[in-house]
């Protein structure tokens, strides 16, 4: 089969999925983007708990139709013994399991990793969970908003001197699902050059420290705790959202040269050559007094006056859009990060596509209709 004839790279493989609400699903829905065949397990009667979050559209959970797109249901009770055996044939026939219960409950069921590897030894074992399956939080229960605030992410999130604030995307299930799909992906690589399927092991809180980024760096180095800081950026300066006229525009001058294209193309050529502004360093230790210079300037025109201004001069620039613009905007669509579903019960409805392009792989304009339960 030619790669074009396929649905992806991951065509052919065949994912068991036992996770409900975010991070799981979200995972496995990356794994179908790419091609995999996903067969989801729900409890008999109300199914993944997504399916009674709203807003619903003819009956059917937007939030839940959004993650389990193109997906398969089947329904089995896993506290019942027919329930696991039907399950066990399932397994016998596929390449991944992902499941994201508390650590121990797959094991109180006889699915922990070590007796299911036991019974198939070619199923590369994925557990998303909040704190893993090993230290001394491993039996925690955790959510997004749990884990955002015990990773940091919630600290250094929102205004200069406001309270903490959760990220406006459920990141801490997200990130996790993200990281799950690379792992998941890697041990498939991994089975595919040594015939050996291993267990992959992600935690929530895990993920969120390791998407901290330079706030380690940035403490370890100084000292200083990092906070919030709003919309800028703790070590380039300018890089933040300043007024305009008529709305809000980011702007990115991550270098000198940048920073004298902005000073030319809003009328102050003068800012590049003071002494407060020369070096970025100097920007970041005067942001404050900079910010004032530019939105003085940047209040003069409209977002869109901007824009194109700032365009011409080769200045990294944006509007901040909401969610209708970002829906509207051309080069979203142009890239086919809005698709539709092939779902009678739900004409029209449009979901995120796949940020993951690859050269001989379709990018199909649609995705599979949300499945029923069972």
């Not at 919309?231 to 940048?258: E, Y």
Request: with cysteine; charged share 25%; aromatic share 6%.
């Amino acid at each position: 089969m030619t790669a074009q004839a396929r649905r992806g790279p991951l065509d052919g493989i065949t994912v068991i999925d036992l996770t409900r609400v975010l991070a799981g699903p979200f995972c496995t829905m990356v794994l179908a983007d790419l091609g995999a065949e996903v067969i989801k397990i729900e409890r008999p009667g109300p199914g993944d708990d997504a399916r009674a979050i709203g807003p619903f559209v003819n009956g059917i959970s937007a939030y839940f139709a959004s993650l389990n797109r193109g997906k398969r249901s089947v329904a089995l009770d896993l506290e019942d013994a027919h329930d696991r055996a039907r399950l066990e044939t399932l397994l016998a026939d596929a390449d991944v399991l992902v499941e994201n219960f508390r650590a121990g409950t797959m094991e109180r069921l006889g699915l922990g990793w070590e007796s299911v590897h036991e019974r198939h030894p070619q199923l590369v074992y994925a557990a998303i969970s909040g704190f893993g399956h090993t230290g001394p939080y491993r039996h925690r229960p955790a959510y997004d908003v749990v884990v955002q605030g015990m990773g940091g992410i919630m600290s250094i999130t929102g205004q200069e001197g406001g309270e903490p604030t959760r990220v406006g995307t459920s990141i801490g299930d997200i990130a996790a699902g993200l990281f799950s799909a690379i792992g998941i992906c890697s041990a498939l690589f991994h089975r595919a050059l040594t015939g050996e399927a291993v267990k992959v092991d992600v935690s929530m809180l895990d993920c969120q420290v390791a998407i901290l980024e330079n706030a380690i760096a940035r403490y370890v180095a100084t000292g200083e705790v990092p906070a919030p800081l709003g919309s800028r950026h703790p070590s380039i300066t300018p890089f933040a959202a300043f007024p305009a006229a008529d709305g809000w525009i980011v702007i990115a001058a991550g270098n000198d040269d940048l920073f004298q294209r902005l000073c030319d193309a809003i009328g102050r050529p003068e800012l590049s050559v003071d002494p407060r502004f020369v070096s970025n360093s100097d920007r970041t230790e005067h942001h404050a007094e900079l910010a004032e210079e530019l939105e003085s300037a940047l209040r003069t025109r409209s977002v869109a006056e901007w824009l194109l201004i700032l365009d011409e001069a080769g200045v990294p620039r944006g509007p901040v859009n909401d969610i209708p613009k970002v829906l509207a905007d051309p080069q979203v669509r142009a890239r086919n990060m809005l698709v539709e579903l092939d779902d009678p019960d739900l004409p029209g409805f449009v979901v995120a596509g796949n940020p993951i392009k690859l050269s001989d792989f379709p990018d199909f304009p649609s995705r599979g209709p949300v499945p029923r339960l069972d």
